[in-house]
């Protein structure tokens, strides 16, 4: 009983800890070799935006070596990195006339210009996080990068925005605006710190980092050179209150399973579906086509905490539900953890923040009592009052395309907090405007990642490593990702290594030799 207790707790403290994953950013080689002479750390002539105004400009030098990082909850802990150069750190403080705020920007640079790869990198935030102003910049600058992040102004709370939701200025900084500054800022101060005009620019960032990368590709186009944006975030008006399904579900049904009785449907699931591809190491490399009902287990027996449960009817229909997710936004894959999504009179943390706060501007709000027609009624609410605003679901990518721009998306197909199928949904909407996948494929690319859970924090995934890699050779040297290599561990403790293909294709064993070789699979459509 204690243990199982201690394993619920571990993983409700999850969502928020898998929303919150650090964008380690130490990727690409730095070009230069030895030791040179240090650039100064001071401040630097700093350009903005128009409509943003530069208060004030310090700098900070840093010796660097081995870095370790204070604990700052509900953030993950970060380990020491190794070997980080010497480098300088550039604050810049910026304000909107009119908006009375104060948004901090911090770029962080090796001060070798030998060390520092010729590429300046964005990073982004996490729930209602704009960017984290250390690990992710410390460990840009061991990749060599020029690296910056911004708290858009709005505080550095991921799990409350309750006091910045009603301030329209403070939203529209979160929503678009501070990414923008980031990246003119960020280029400005790169610029003149190294007195180089020319560089390649990127954008880094999963879940709300995700979504802030489109926005950019979305509203300032020319920004970045190559936006990589994992499990994004997009489509936010739909996904704050869509994620919020299972709890008009459970209410309508008048059922309350536990997180272990729901995960018995997934274990079900990924078992009878798990060979579909070939490989047996509990994946369902394409769970969208696993066709296995949840009705099947009514009747079945479910031992949770020492308690035997008999599977009801009733259950199973609200689980089909779940996954059929609300009429206008997908629910998740069959195989991703219902635990988050899905927790009878609980609901999801990002869905509850954005009912109370933004939606009803009502804190006393209580999502957990919603029932189908409540639900379309805050659905069309938020997106009604905030889609204009953010959410950053403008699928006309034209002018990012002509602006040469490469954008790069991978998502698990796992995800416990955004469904891999909004992702899905807006590619195809994208695919629809630019004639299909042949043409977008040239500055738009997805890879749906199996097995693998939100931003990567389990399953067999793609490093950072390897995505910047990859994103790097299409954007400098016009090499386009076929596919990506994945690897880790799978959920029944399988180690697998696989190439993930660009979508629509999935990657398929060939039956024959080591289902751990990329030698060994081929691309094919789904
Ligand atoms: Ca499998």
């Avoid at 020319?222 to 739909?238: E, H, M, Y």
Wanted: proline content about 7%; glycine content about 8%.
């Amino acid at each position: 009983m204690k243990r199982r207790l201690f394993v619920l707790t571990v993983v409700a403290a999850l969502p928020v800890a898998a929303l919150l994953v650090p964008m380690a950013a130490n990727a690409v080689p730095a070009a230069g070799g030895g030791p040179k002479a240090a650039s100064t750390c001071a401040a630097v002539p700093v350009s903005a935006p128009q409509g943003t105004e530069v208060e004030k400009v310090t700098a900070v030098a840093n010796a660097g070596g081995t870095i370790s990082f204070p604990s700052a909850p509900p953030l993950p802990d970060h380990p020491p990195l190794a070997g980080v150069p010497a480098w300088c750190d550039i604050t810049v403080t910026v304000t909107h006339p009119g908006a009375a705020d104060k948004v901090t920007i911090k770029v962080s640079l090796p001060r070798d210009k030998e060390v520092w790869n010729g590429r300046f990198q964005a990073t982004g935030g996490s729930a209602y996080l704009a960017g984290e102003l250390l690990y992710p910049l410390v460990a840009g600058v061991k990749g060599g990068y020029a690296t910056a992040a911004t708290d858009a102004g709005v505080g550095a709370d991921p799990l409350d925005p309750s006091s910045w939701a009603d301030n329209p200025q403070l939203v529209k900084n979160f929503a678009s605006r501070s990414m923008h500054d980031l990246a003119v800022v960020g280029k400005s101060v790169t610029k003149n710190f190294y007195s180089k005009a020319q560089f390649w620019s990127y954008w880094n960032g999963c879940s709300t980092g995700g979504r802030q990368g489109y926005s950019e590709a979305q509203n300032y186009p020319a920004d970045f050179n190559g936006i990589l944006a994992k499990a994004p975030a997009i489509d936010w008006t739909r996904f704050a209150v869509g994620t919020a399904w299972s709890q008009a579900v459970f209410n309508e049904y008048e059922v309350k399973p536990s997180p272990c009785e729901l995960e018995a449907f997934n274990t079900a699931a990924v078992k009878a579906c798990d060979t579909l591809d070939g490989v047996r190491d509990g994946i369902v490399d394409v769970p969208q086509n696993c066709e296995w009902d949840a009705r099947e287990l009514v009747g079945a027996e479910v031992v949770c905490d020492g308690r035997t449960i008999t599977v009801t009817k009733a259950v199973a229909d609200a689980v089909t539900r779940i996954w059929a997710g609300p009429k206008s936004y997908p629910g998740p894959n069959k195989g991703a953890s219902l635990a988050f999504l899905a927790t009878p009179g609980k609901p999801f943390f990002v869905a509850d923040a954005w009912a109370k706060f933004f939606v009803t501007r009502n804190p006393g709000y209580d999502l957990s009592k919603i029932n189908f027609k409540t639900f379309d009624k805050l659905y069309a609410a938020s997106v009604e009052q905030y889609d204009a605003v953010i959410g950053t679901d403008d699928a006309d990518l034209w002018k990012f395309a002509a602006s040469g721009g490469k954008l790069l998306t991978w998502h698990g197909q796992s995800d416990q907090l955004i469904p891999t199928d909004a992702t899905v949904r807006y590619r195809e909407r994208v695919n629809k405007i630019f004639g299909g996948n042949r043409t977008v494929d040239h500055f738009y690319r997805l890879f749906l990642v199996p097995g693998v859970d939100h931003c990567g924090t389990s399953g067999p995934t793609i490093s950072d490593t390897d995505a910047l890699a990859a994103l790097t050779k299409w954007v400098e040297r016009g090499t386009e990702p076929k596919t990506l290599p994945a690897a880790g561990t799978s959920p029944t403790g399988v180690s697998v290594s696989h190439p993930v293909c660009s979508y629509p294709d999935v990657a398929r064993w060939t039956g024959k030799g080591s289902v751990t070789a990329a030698a060994n699979y081929r691309c094919v459509r789904a």
